[in-house]
Structure formats: C-alpha cells, structure tokens
C-alpha cells in the first residue's frame, strides 16, 4: 500500500470506522500508542447527515490526521463498501482542504474490526444486546491497528478512477 504521509510525532488522531447508515468514531495518540472510541455519526447512503458536525469536531479537537477504515474482501480485493469508503474519505480530505484545515486522510485495513469490536464489547459488558452499536468501538480498534503499522496505509489519492 501507499502512503506518503505518516503522522508527526506527538499528533492527535481520529479514527473513523465508515458505514452507510453510521459511522464510528475514535480518537489516538501517537504519543501514548491508543486509542479510545469516541461517538457515533449519523450518516445517510453513506454521507454525514451533518457535514459540518464532523467538520466542527475535528476542528474543536484539534485532530492531526485522519484514519478511515477500509472494508476490503477477506482476499484483500475492493468491495463495493471499501469503493465507497474510499469516496468518503476523499470528499473529506477535498472539505478540509475547502475550509483551509491542512489535515492528512489515509485509509486503514479494516477487515474484521466489527468482528472483534463485537467480542471485546460483550467480554467487558459494554453491550448488552447482538444489536447494540459497537462502531465506535471498532473505529478505536482500526486505530490502534494504524497506530502500531502506520506505514500500511493508504492515501486517499489511491485508487482514483473509482
């Protein structure tokens, strides 16, 4: 994979586990090494209901780079998911660069982070139903996957002709 822009020492990141209908959210340092999950957006066919809400958040927080999970097939190849995916994260990077908010996007493997989000979040009882929402707990795990290999991300310029 690409990637041509890994964090600076001493950043503040946010990761974000993409879906269609909602969106994890977590925040890491690279100071620390971690991650802890943060909120769920509300998005709608795969777009945030309220653009400048998320805007605002990493703006507030004053966010350093971004993660955005990546859906691949368990072969590695893209799916329809990891396509859209992509698009999002791309019309971030293009809205931050609008509002003048020099911030880094990239792309992260995400394969099989809902899965284990779901198994951490009933061991530690933060969930007590198959269909409570763990997307900020998997957006958490994503991160801490880029934090501890930051060089197999992805730039959000890959894969343009998609």
């Known amino acids: 994979m690409h990637n041509q822009s890994q964090p600076p020492p001493h950043s503040l990141l946010m990761g974000l586990d993409y879906g269609v209908k909602k ?83 990239q792309l992260f493997d995400e394969r099989l982070t809902s899965v284990a989000a779901k198994e951490m979040a009933w061991d530690l009882g933060l969930i007590n139903h198959e269909r409570d929402p763990i997307d900020d707990i998997a957006a958490c795990l994503l991160l801490t996957s880029y934090l501890a290999n930051p060089d197999h991300a992805e730039d959000t310029t890959t894969y343009r002709n998609e």
């Open 23 to 105: 969106m994890g959210m977590a925040l890491g340092n690279t100071v620390t090494g971690d991650a802890r999950p943060f909120d769920i957006l509300a998005m709608h066919n795969g777009q945030p209901v309220d653009w400048d809400n998320l805007i605002g958040i990493i703006m507030s927080w004053k966010i350093d780079h971004i993660v955005v999970g990546l859906p691949l097939n368990m072969d590695g190849s893209h799916s329809m998911l990891s396509k859209r995916a992509h698009k999002f994260a791309r019309r971030l990077a293009h809205r931050l660069i609008e509002q003048h908010i020099p911030i880094p996007v």
